[in-house]
Structure formats: structure tokens, C-alpha cells
């Protein structure tokens, strides 16, 4: 097997097999850390490829406690708060399992219980920060569990005043609908079979927001991953999932196969690129003898896809296969003390910048150059801890000019990391800030690209803990003007619902790329009536006839090699020669999205 390929389950440095049910992994300063249940306390293992982990044993085990259930960590200004389920050693009901939270100031802990929420069932959390707001969701049994018909345990939601308290304005999000969820039938000799969903974990692909749930009972083989979808809106509390394909179709995006049985709890998380997703999970190997005393779920990772209202895996894997994209540029632990530069800016990308900096009497100032020419022309931000701003900065040829200045978070500690997440496309940037805070602003063309980017301290010591730089665009709304830098198009406009044309149809003719890359074509249509054909010198053609609004189309280059995946259908791979002509013929189609990645 290659470098450039990996086979589940994931590997350990020190060679062992290491089990880790309900796997949650955060992606902090770089780093991939990730937390998972024990009988003993709460796994923790660390990667920087999400394929390669070395274990670092328990990051919280406490006096009279045992069963530490499905533990998920998120990161606010300094403090890492793990919400995590246990129950007392000496507890003879096993459902007196409590939802918790314990802080800790690093990610490997060791993290101290802080608080207990709940005095009943309650397990499974994940929280999410939504516009600037911190939601959870997580799983409880006293909503329908004394129905007749259909009791057991669900997803809900509520808000967070704060990491450590509940608004109370608890949401039903997901309840049983089909066979396949029962944990087991006539669970408790009162003639009602038990239902279970659980282990709620988001990912937002366009204006949709997957929830991806499991259900079933994480004992038996037929354990599965779930998916629900809802409009994206601006507070979580106002969306309504439902259930993809239906309430009433079984069609999981991960499922027993040959070779893995009892797949479920799983978080999304980018690849190291910052662009595509990939599900973490656990699964048993089919192929050795289930124990139910005998821990044996072992945490994988295979990659996911969307179209339309479609999460799409080819797993559960057990093969080898391509492993996770790196970053074009990863840059990590330097200590800044005098101007430093430390990549090149292009037309188009996303980049990661983990920041903090030396606490002293005086404060903290310092400039991050996102396009730096010379000393006279350059576009900045400047952080400065005394006035709690963030300012960005325009020079040309000597004149400066103020672009923005926004106001940083009352209690923003400047002394430890903060993510400054940065997407470029074209002279539009957006750069959001620890997940909260939310900038976009326009540029001069002339900064468009090949001008380098870095850090100039002011009398302060900054610490660059990481810096991931991907060649990426994501084009939607107005900006979708920029695909003409990728394909020739017909005469068209940007409606509602994308790029469209006046006429029944219209072409997109590729421009050559002389490079390894992967690209995601987001179509609306009108189901019945629209068709897509795919063209490749004209000798070879695909044609898709949707039948739902969205869909999606995936071409990933490699060397003289396309591959396809319509709709979630993969198709032959298709070698290329260096005189071919790739064409997609839209017919009552709309473009309404593009993201392209090179690799």
C-alpha cells in the first residue's frame, strides 16, 4: 500500500489494535483530537492526517464513576468543555446515565467535571456554534418513552445561555418512524417495542444542513447511520429536519456489509485540505465472533459526498483507498517576534490561521498580511487588544485606506489560540473568526494574486500555532460571475436559483486544466423536465434526468484520469487526452453552485 492510501480501520503509531466507540473528533491549532467512550474514562488519540493516530490514554476518568458515553469537546477562547454521559459504579439502573460537562485549558486534557445538567437520561451531545450561537443537540428517553406506539429514545435541541448552561427551550428535532430503528422489540415485557435514535453530528453542504443520526442498537449488526435535512435559517432552532429519502424509505448512508457490521455515532469533519468532508465512525469486523462483554468497535473513516438532499459514503470501507487531501501549504509552531511571510496568495483559497499571542502589561498588536506586495501596497488586518477591534486595511502606492473595523468579543483573551478562517475568491474575502465572527469585504483586482502573505508584531510575541493554505473557490450567488474562469458559457444570467438561460438549453465548455484537481457542479431543476448531459468529445455521453430539485455532479482529475460520480452514480473512469473537450449540455437547468479544489 502506498502513502497515498490507507485501510480501515485506522491505524496506531504503536502498532495495537485500539477500540474507540462513539469517536468524536475536533480539528484544533492543526491537530485532529480525537475523544471516545470508555468503561474507565474518556479515549483520547491525536493525528494531523485523520488516518495515522497515535493514543494518549484517558483525558478524564472520575473517582466512583464508570460507562463514559459518547464524549464530544468543543473549543471557546481557551477552554475546551467535553460533554460527556457516566453513570456511578454502584448503580444497579442502567439508564441513570446523565448528561455532564468537565473544562479543561488543553486539549489533552486532563478535563474536570464542572457540572451535572440533568438528574435523568440524557446522553449523546453535540454542540454546534450557530451564528455566533451555541445550540446542542442531544438524546433523551422521557419524551416518547411512555407512549403506546412508538417509545424510545430521540434527538432534541436547545439553546446554551453559556458552554455550562441550557436555555431550556428544548426542541423535539428527529422521532422513529420505521422497523429499522427499533432497538428491540418489546424491550420492556410491556408489549411496546423500543425505538433509538441518537449520536445527532451536523455538516452544512450549500443551503442545506445535515443531521446524521444512528439508530438501532449499537450491540447489533444492523446498527446504521441515518441523515435528515433541513433548509439552512438563521437560528438552528427554526429549521425542521426530515428525513432523507422520507420518513418511511430505508436508506442509510452507512450500513453492515460483508466485512464491518454495528457502523453508527459518527462526527464530520474536513480533510486536512479544509474542503472535503469525511464521516468518522466505528464499526466491529464482520469476520470475527460479536462478544457483547468484549469491547470491539474500532474508529474508520471514509469519505462523504452530497447531491441535492443525498449524503452519499461508499462505505463502510475495509480497502485500500485514497487517503484524506492535504493542504497546499501547512506551516506550524513558530514563534513571531519581527515580520515574517510565510505563503503565496492565489486568485482563489481557503486558509486556516491559528493565532495567539504573549500576555504582557502593554497588550498585543499585530498585522496578519493576506496580500503584501511591498510596504506600499498591501492589503492587512491589524488586531489591537487595547481597543478590541480588528481593522482591515487597503494600501496603494502609499494611500491607505480603512475598510472595516470590527469589534472583537467582550471577553476575547488574546493570549490563547483563536482561529482566523479566510476565504478568498477573486477580490472578495470572508473571514470569519472562532466560528463567530463574521467579515466580508471587496479588494482592489491588482491584489488578486501571487503577493505573499504573513505576520508583523508591534512590540509583541506571537505564536503562529498552524497555518493551512488550500487552492479552492466556492462559487454561489453573484459570485457565480467567476465561472467564466473555469468554463466558457453561453449567454446566461444569475437568477434565484443560479446561472440559467432564457433558452431550453445551454452549454458549459471546459476550459483545459493542467493540473490534478476535483470540482462539484450543484444543479437546480425542474424535476421531469430538465436533463443533463455530459460530454466528452462528443464520442462519449452521459445523459441524467433528475427527479428531484437539487443534484450534484463530481469530476476528480488525476494524471490523465477523470472520474465521475452523477448524482451519486459512479461511472467508469474516463481517460483524457491532452486535445479533449469536456461539455455539459443543460437543459431546464440551473447552476447553483461551484466548488473547485486543487489537489
Given amino acids: 500500500m502506498s502513502e497515498s492510501q490507507f485501510c480501515n480501520p485506522v491505524k496506531f503509531k504503536d502498532g495495537k489494535r485500539h477500540t474507540n466507540p462513539d469517536p468524536f473528533v475536533l480539528r484544533w491549532c492543526g491537530k485532529y483530537y480525537c475523544y471516545s467512550t470508555d468503561a474507565k474514562g474518556v479515549n483520547l488519540s491525536i493525528s494531523s492526517d485523520l488516518v ?34 457516566n453513570i456511578r459504579t454502584d448503580e444497579v439502573e442502567g439508564h441513570n446515565i ?30 454546534v456554534i450557530w451564528n455566533s450561537q451555541l445550540y446542542m443537540f442531544y438524546s433523551v428517553n422521557n419524551i416518547i418513552g411512555t407512549d403506546e406506539k412508538k417509545a424510545g429514545t430521540i434527538i432534541v435541541m436547545d439553546k446554551m445561555l453559556s458552554p455550562l448552561e441550557f436555555a431550556g427551550e428544548r426542541k423535539v428535532v428527529l422521532l422513529p418512524s420505521i422497523e429499522q430503528e427499533i432497538f428491540q422489540k418489546n424491550r420492556f415485557n410491556d408489549g411496546r417495542d423500543w425505538y433509538t435514535l441518537e449520536g445527532a453530528a ?17 450491540l447489533n449488526v444492523d446498527y446504521f447511520v441515518g441523515c435528515a435535512v433541513a433548509k439552512v435559517k438563521e437560528s438552528l432552532l427554526d429549521m425542521t429536519w426530515k428525513k432523507s429519502p422520507s420518513d418511511y424509505e430505508w436508506k442509510p448512508v452507512l450500513r453492515k456489509n460483508d466485512v464491518v457490521e454495528g457502523t453508527g455515532h459518527n462526527v464530520i469533519v474536513k480533510a486536512p485540505n479544509m474542503v472535503d468532508d469525511w464521516i468518522v465512525y466505528h464499526g466491529r ?24 438532499d443525498k449524503m452519499i459514503c461508499f462505505g463502510p470501507t475495509q480497502h485500500d483507498v485514497e487517503v484524506p487531501k492535504k493542504a497546499w501549504i501547512q506551516v506550524e509552531n513558530i514563534k513571531i517576534i519581527s515580520q515574517v511571510f510565510l505563503g503565496i496568495n492565489e486568485k482563489c483559497l481557503k486558509a486556516e490561521v491559528w493565532l495567539s499571542a504573549k500576555k504582557q502589561h502593554i497588550g498585543c498588536r499585530y ?12 492589503v492587512k488586518m491589524e488586531l489591537h487588544s487595547g481597543k478590541r477591534n480588528l481593522c482591515i486595511y487597503e494600501c496603494i502606492e502609499g494611500i491607505e485606506r480603512l475598510i472595516d473595523t470590527i469589534n472583537l468579543l467582550k471577553d476575547f483573551i488574546y493570549s490563547v489560540p483563536h482561529l482566523f478562517a479566510i476565504y478568498k475568491t477573486y477580490q472578495n474575502y470572508r473571514i470569519l473568526i472562532d466560528d463567530c465572527i463574521k467579515v466580508k469585504f471587496s479588494v482592489s483586482e491588482c491584489f488578486n494574486r501571487g503577493f505573499r502573505v504573513g505576520i508583523k508584531p508591534y512590540f509583541t510575541e506571537v505564536m503562529l500555532h498552524s497555518l493551512s493554505i488550500v487552492k479552492t473557490v466556492k462559487l454561489e450567488g453573484n459570485n457565480l460571475a467567476f465561472l467564466r474562469e473555469y468554463y466558457d458559457v453561453d449567454k446566461t444570467f444569475i437568477g434565484e436559483e443560479g446561472i440559467k438561460s432564457n433558452e431550453d438549453i445551454f452549454i458549459l465548455t471546459d476550459k483545459v486544466k493542467n493540473t490534478d484537481f476535483a470540482e462539484e457542479i450543484i444543479f437546480h431543476s425542474e424535476p421531469k423536465v430538465s436533463e443533463l448531459i455530459v460530454a466528452y468529445n462528443e464520442d462519449r455521453r452521459i445523459s441524467v434526468k433528475p427527479d428531484r430539485e437539487d443534484f450534484s455532479i463530481y469530476r476528480i482529475r488525476c494524471g490523465n484520469v477523470d472520474k465521475l460520480i452523477v448524482d ?6 474516463i481517460n483524457v487526452q491532452s486535445d479533449f473537450v469536456y461539455k455539459l449540455y443543460l437543459q431546464h437547468l440551473s447552476v447553483k453552485g461551484y466548488i473547485y479544489t486543487e489537489s
Fill in 52 to 85: 495515522n493516530w497515535e493514543y494518549l490514554g484517558l483525558c478524564i476518568s472520575e473517582k466512583g464513576y464508570k460507562d463514559y458515553w459518547a464524549p464530544a469537546v468543543i473549543y471557546i477562547n481557551g477552554n475546551f468543555y467535553m460533554y460527556y454521559s
Fill in 202 to 218: 451536523t455538516v452544512v453542504h450549500g443551503d442545506k444542513c445535515f443531521l446524521t443520526y444512528s439508530a438501532n442498537a449499537y
Fill in 367 to 378: 498585522d496578519l498580511y493576506l496580500a503584501y506586495i511591498d510596504e506600499r501596497n498591501y
Fill in 285 to 308: 469486523r464482520a469476520d470475527e465472533e460479536l462478544v457483547v462483554t468484549k469491547e470491539q468497535r474500532e474508529m474508520r473513516v471514509d469519505r462523504v459526498l452530497f447531491s441535492g
Fill in 568 to 573: 451519486g452514480e459512479v461511472y467508469e473512469d
Fill in 98 to 127: 446523565w448528561l455532564k460537562v468537565a473544562v479543561a485549558d488543553n486539549p489533552k486534557g486532563p478535563f474536570i467535571w464542572k457540572k451535572t445538567f440533568f438528574d435523568e437520561f440524557s446522553i449523546d451531545a453535540h454542540p
